[in-house]
């Protein structure tokens, strides 16, 4: 079916009522996340391609958590008690007063519905048929309790409730996914001639076709031919099952965009990492949110990064972790067991063993020594530190914040610097040795006769 060019406005109704009790969290169910981004949020920066003029979330309990999490991007509709999907989008009808729109319904427990399948959903509303209800349907593996789609080519004859449906209408293979696309000027009109006259006695959205259907209009649906794309998250469970899945793809793609991955099933990535070509991922390493890798990086095994920026020619690890604010310009490296927080690593400096460095600048070719710290926290505030380029930090060195270090200037292993250290300079800050000849060999005899007097005392 040919479609016809259309520029309406977009309203997006996203139903999160339910109260997720297979879940058993107090977090509501629509916030845990997928790859680090609540799942609500993934459904909500697809449907943001096609530039909705609104967009209202239907919840029950936790309104007060989408409250937060939405802020001012949508309005908040209340439904309680629960009465069933059609009731849920009735709840949107004030926040929609006035809008004269298509309408797109969505769920927020379905996080992965793709823009282009919004799209042909709305496209298919404008058909030269000009139907009333466009349906999302899916072929799954396994049927299971899912409501039938009952269709003559792409035109929908019934709907039908899994519980409600006979044998026949059982063995039909297309499942409805519960999106739909309707004008908003048959959208209510619609919904309050919803009857509760079912199984669950509750009101289906679903029943908005059949009535449709009985008024002589046609209705359609747009198959999807990922079932993925509606697999719905009701569980701890299908929750990571949803998260495997999601990671699957995106190790997929980023090896096609020319990223090497020696273990893929190994690394874990989030909803915003960003790699660049021949950047190298060695096994089980993780990549929390806002990491950015340029090319031709090398992250070694067993490392986290987590709002870190790699510049090109870095190397990571092994067993290193990037926290938030950490950035490595251009061939910067950071070794085993180091841990870098919003600080700056210049071009080839080298923080190779054993080491934290946190709110520090460290300049060009600066090398930090093994078990080397910067001293940033007094217990009420965050100091910073300045290396300067080329400087060499002993093994075992403090670095008390807040202190600036010179360029090429040595701080000799093992020192606590509580004051600025100038260009060029040495700074040695230990106490001196003190030698006491014959000391130890005394004091191992006198032990030994004390442990075999013991030992003769216990016969």
């Not at 409805?176 to 000027?185: I, K, Q």
């Not at 449709?212 to 701890?236: K, L, M, P, Q, W």
């Not at 080839?348 to 930090?368: F, M, P, R, T, W």
């Not at 007094?378 to 002993?394: C, L, N, Q, S």
């Amino acid at each position: 079916m040919t479609t016809v060019n259309h520029a309406r406005p977009l309203a997006i109704v996203i139903l999160a009522a339910g109260k997720g009790t297979r879940m058993k969290s107090d977090l509501h169910k629509v916030l845990h996340p997928i790859a680090g981004r609540p799942m609500i949020e993934h459904l909500m920066a697809s449907a943001a391609e096609l530039a909705p003029e609104r967009q209202v979330v239907v919840v029950g309990a936790g309104r007060e958590q989408l409250e937060a999490a939405m802020g001012d991007r949508a309005a908040i509709a209340v439904q309680e008690p629960q009465h069933g999907t059609g009731h849920a989008v009735q709840q949107a009808e004030t926040a929609l007063a006035g809008f004269a729109g298509d309408v797109l319904i969505l769920y927020g427990d379905v996080p992965f519905v793709s823009a282009g399948t919004m799209r042909s959903m709305i496209g298919r509303l404008h058909g030269e048929d000009n139907p009333a209800v466009v349906v999302l349907g899916f072929e799954p593996a396994e049927t299971l309790q899912y409501g039938r789609v009952i269709a003559e080519g792409d035109r929908v004859l019934k709907m039908v409730e899994h519980k409600d449906a006979n044998d026949v209408e059982r063995a039909c293979r297309l499942c409805n996914s519960g999106l739909m696309a309707v004008r908003s000027e048959d959208l209510f009109g619609l919904l309050a001639r919803v009857g509760n006259e079912n199984a669950q006695g509750e009101y289906y959205l679903v029943d908005i076709v059949n009535i449709a259907n009985a008024d002589g209009r046609t209705c359609a649906v747009v198959v999807t031919a990922d079932a993925d794309e509606v697999a719905g998250i009701n569980s701890r469970g299908e929750l990571a099952e949803a998260e495997e899945r999601w990671q699957q793809r995106r190790r997929a793609q980023a090896m096609a965009d020319g990223a090497s991955l020696v273990a893929p099933h190994t690394v874990w990535f989030s909803w915003d990492t960003r790699l660049g070509r021949d950047v190298l991922v060695e096994q089980n390493v993780v990549f929390g949110p806002g990491v950015s890798v340029a090319d031709g990086a090398r992250i070694r095994a067993f490392s986290h990064l987590e709002g870190a920026s790699l510049a090109s020619g870095t190397e990571v690890g092994p067993y290193a972790r990037l926290r938030p604010g950490a950035v490595l310009e251009e061939k910067a490296k950071v070794g085993n067991f180091v841990e870098v927080k919003k600080a700056v690593l210049g071009k080839g400096a080298k923080a190779n063993h054993l080491s934290y460095i946190g709110d520090a600048e460290v300049g060009a070719g600066a090398n930090i020594g093994a078990g080397t710290i910067t001293c940033n926290y007094d217990g009420y505030f965050k100091y910073k530190t300045v290396i300067g380029e080329r400087a060499f930090i002993g093994s075992n060195s403090a670095l008390v914040a807040p202190v600036r270090i010179g360029a090429d200037a040595i701080v000799a292993a093992g020192s606590a610097v509580t004051r600025d250290v100038g260009d060029g300079e040495l700074r040695i800050v230990r106490a001196e040795q003190l030698v006491k000849q014959g000391w130890a060999d005394r004091f191992h005899d006198a032990m030994k006769r004390k442990k075999a007097e013991a030992k003769a005392g216990r016969k």
